[in-house]
């Protein structure tokens, strides 16, 4: 049974059992309100007969009795009874005359007052003494009000429930659908995507707070495995292109060396290279696992709150070191007031690598003309934007340049390894912010990073 309708089930199944609990107990109230009421004028019609009966010296009986008719409402079936009883043989022999239990009459003889029901009819009796005899005196009657009255309470009760039915039903498997249609939605959606078409994203409609963080985190991981996929489609092939280059130069180097005797010279100066296409091999070995771990794994890195601006300044100072002719000017002007809304929470050196890269590019590719960097604040994120006035890239080839290893057809002239930009976005994908790139060959490119902000305590 399909997960939907047991909840459906359940929510039926649990309200019936409240309403039913409800009507039943308005049911026996109702009931027994009735049963009290016509007790107490049985008892009033008893009292009242016992007066007339016996008081009727010491009063005028014919008033007596045209009040009694005027006020009293004839009840339905009502008949009166007088027992006397002067010890446990009366007792028993009014048992047998009355047809009524023994337990009846001696309980009004020795409490003053009895009822009791047999079917629809009521009795209640009073114990009466009068000179020094003692009497039962009787009233019964049929309790057609009370009878009435629960069977249209009853038939109300019923039809009630049947319409509460009728509507739990519908609105518990309305309810259950609303419920699991987004999820549904969403299980067909994320069926669809496989690994030949994972850059698919799902969309948030906005529309449930607790789909829509569903989706964010499936987009995240949806992120992580495509980079992963692409790490593993694209680093053997690349990965050998990239080795190849400086093995062959050491193996080269070394082969042209052992060919016949060298001077010292010509050693130290074949060490040299040696040295340096094994530097160029280790820097390329230790950024492709830096970008694998980034990428793919599933270590948790440690963050804290920092300041976007103070990352900017501390990348431009390793920039600075690193090519001290670059034209790097900060746009302070969009700076907001508060400084709160400058700070975000991530790995403060992962952001810097990731900050440095862009500017490192942006020098790199424009021959270290004017780059200007702004800051701004906005929509509860933080935006750091980087533009350039170099070589650009071609329109043709934006989809790939988050490929690992690719570089554009424009830019053998620069030295690099495809593997700088990959990174910055896979750093900012950690941070949970995102990465634009906008460029136009021979115009320059426009790099954009928005990171959420740190929420505050």
């Given at each position: 049974?399909?997960?939907?309708?047991?909840?459906?089930?359940i929510?039926?199944?649990?309200?019936?059992?409240i309403?039913?609990?409800?009507?039943?107990?308005?049911?026996?109230?109702?009931?027994?309100?009735?049963?009290?009421?016509?007790?107490?004028?049985?008892?009033?019609?008893?009292?009242?007969?016992?007066?007339?009966?016996?008081?009727?010296?010491s009063?005028?009986?014919?008033?007596?009795?045209?009040?009694?008719?005027?006020?009293?409402?004839?009840?339905?079936?009502?008949?009166?009874y007088?027992?006397?009883?002067?010890?446990?043989?009366?007792l028993?022999?009014?048992?047998?005359?009355?047809?009524?239990?023994e337990?009846?009459?001696?309980?009004?003889?020795?409490?003053?007052?009895?009822?009791?029901?047999?079917?629809e009819?009521?009795?209640?009796g009073?114990?009466?003494?009068?000179?020094?005899?003692?009497?039962v005196?009787?009233?019964?009657?049929?309790?057609?009000?009370?009878?009435?009255h629960l069977?249209?309470?009853r038939?109300?009760?019923?039809?009630?429930?049947?319409?509460?039915?009728?509507?739990?039903?519908?609105l518990?498997?309305?309810?259950?659908?609303?419920?699991?249609d987004?999820?549904?939605?969403?299980?067909d959606?994320?069926?669809?995507i496989?690994?030949?078409?994972?850059?698919?994203?799902?969309e948030?409609?906005?529309?449930?707070?607790?789909?829509?963080?569903?989706?964010?985190?499936?987009?995240?991981?949806?992120?992580r495995?495509?980079t992963?996929?692409?790490?593993?489609?694209?680093f053997?092939?690349?990965?050998?292109?990239?080795?190849?280059?400086?093995?062959?130069?050491?193996?080269?180097?070394?082969?042209?060396?052992?060919?016949?005797?060298?001077?010292?010279?010509?050693?130290?100066?074949?060490?040299?290279?040696?040295?340096?296409?094994?530097?160029?091999?280790?820097?390329?070995?230790?950024?492709?696992?830096?970008?694998?771990?980034?990428?793919?794994?599933?270590?948790?890195?440690?963050?804290?709150?920092?300041?976007?601006d103070?990352?900017?300044?501390?990348?431009?100072?390793?920039?600075n070191?690193?090519?001290?002719?670059?034209?790097?000017?900060?746009?302070?002007?969009?700076?907001p007031?508060?400084?709160?809304?400058?700070?975000?929470?991530?790995?403060?050196?992962?952001?810097?690598?990731?900050?440095?890269?862009?500017?490192?590019?942006?020098?790199?590719?424009?021959?270290?003309r004017?780059?200007a960097?702004?800051?701004?604040?906005?929509?509860d994120?933080?935006?750091?934007?980087?533009?350039?006035h170099?070589?650009?890239?071609?329109?043709?080839?934006?989809?790939?340049?988050?490929?690992?290893?690719?570089?554009?057809?424009?830019?053998?002239?620069?030295?690099?390894?495809?593997?700088?930009l990959?990174?910055?976005?896979?750093?900012?994908?950690?941070?949970r912010?995102?990465l634009d790139?906008?460029?136009?060959?021979?115009?320059?490119?426009?790099?954009?990073?928005r990171?959420?902000?740190a929420?505050?305590s």
């Open positions: 049974m399909k997960t939907q309708v047991k909840i459906a089930l929510l039926i199944v649990t309200n019936l059992a309403v039913a609990s409800f009507g039943a107990g308005i049911y026996v109230l109702v009931q027994k309100y009735s049963f009290e009421d016509f007790y107490k004028r049985l008892k009033t019609r008893a009292t009242i007969s016992a007066q007339y009966n016996f008081e009727s010296d009063i005028d009986t014919e008033s007596f009795d045209l009040i009694r008719r005027q006020h009293l409402e004839r009840l339905d079936g009502e008949k009166e007088y027992y006397r009883i002067d010890g446990d043989g009366d028993a022999k009014v048992t047998v005359e009355s047809g009524l239990p337990t009846f009459f001696k309980g009004v003889t020795e409490e003053g007052v009895g009822f009791m029901n047999m079917g009819t009521f009795y209640a009073i114990r009466y003494i009068d000179l020094g005899k003692t009497y005196v009787v009233v019964s009657a049929r309790n057609q009000y009370a009878v009435n069977k249209h309470t038939n109300v009760i019923l039809a009630s429930f049947f319409v509460f039915v009728a509507i739990t039903t519908y518990s498997f309305y309810l259950s659908r609303r419920l699991f987004p999820i549904r939605k969403l299980a959606k994320v069926r669809n496989g690994s030949e078409n994972i850059h698919l994203r799902i948030d409609s906005g529309n449930d707070r607790e789909v829509g963080q569903l989706i964010s985190t499936f987009n995240d991981l949806l992120n495995l495509e992963s996929f692409a790490i593993q489609n694209n053997i092939s690349n990965a050998s292109h990239e080795f190849s280059t400086p093995l062959t130069a050491i193996m080269g180097e070394a082969e042209v060396m052992l060919m016949k005797e060298r001077g010292v010279n010509e050693y130290k100066e074949s060490l040299r290279n040696i040295l340096l296409q094994g530097e160029r091999l280790n820097e390329i070995t230790k950024t492709l696992l830096y970008l694998a771990e980034t990428g793919y794994s599933n270590k948790i890195i440690e963050t804290e709150i920092v300041r976007t103070e990352l900017l300044w501390e990348a431009k100072e390793i920039i070191r690193l090519n001290p002719g670059n034209q790097i000017q900060v746009d302070m002007s969009l700076l007031e508060n400084p709160l809304k400058l700070k975000i929470r991530g790995n403060k050196s992962l952001l810097i690598i990731a900050i440095t890269n862009i500017l490192s590019n942006a020098c790199k590719y424009s021959n270290n004017n780059v960097i702004s800051i701004a604040s906005a929509d994120c933080v935006y750091i934007v980087v533009k350039d170099g070589i650009g890239i071609p329109e043709s080839e934006m989809p790939f340049i988050y490929d690992p290893f690719f570089r554009a057809s424009n830019t053998h002239k620069f030295e690099g390894y495809g593997i700088g990959p990174l910055t976005r896979n750093i900012i994908r950690i941070h912010g995102r790139v906008i460029s136009r060959i021979d115009h320059g490119t426009t790099v954009e990073i990171l959420p902000q929420v505050l």
